[in-house]
């Protein structure tokens, strides 16, 4: 049974930390991250009067995209790059040497975790990611028009297996 909560504060959205120890520079440039969502399709079952639905034996988890400034030499573009070619065909060995096992995965993937502060800026939960590996990185946009000089940012997709919350 579930209880009632007794918090009455809300979640803040520009509170939180990525720790991902394969990308130390996308850890410190992080703008956004998302919570991704979770969902089942469900299953049907047939009936003489109507189809019952009943829920399904798989979950299917959304991708984890990561927002992140690009500092001057880009070296967190660089490193998600680097991680993706090397995921792929590479040209040459020292491509494929970007895959050097991690502390905390095989190489190919790594473990990655959310943390999400309170309002007194403490932990208070840690989204969990297991085998995280990215998909996709988008593309700077560099533009001299601008009147501001907001640096520019980019995605970061991931796909990994799952995610657990930890309080």
Sequence with gaps: MATLTTNTNYLSPVEFQLVLNRLPN???????ANIPGISTSGTERPSPFKTINEPSDKVTYDDFTVTVLCDEDMVAF???SDWLVAL?????????AG?????????KKSDGSLVVLNSNKNANLTI???DLFPVSISGLQLNTA???LTP????VTFK????????
Excluded: H, M
């Design 26 to 32: 996308v850890e410190f440039f992080v703008q956004g």
């Design 78 to 80: 660089r490193e998600v």
């Design 88 to 96: 792929t065909y590479p040209d040459t060995f020292d491509q494929y």
């Design 99 to 107: 895959l050097v096992p991690a502390p905390d995965g095989d190489g």
């Design 128 to 130: 969990k990611f297991t």
């Design 146 to 148: 601008e009147s501001d």
């Design 152 to 155: 520019p940012t980019f995605e």
């Design 160 to 167: 990994y297996s799952k995610y657990t919350i930890e309080v």
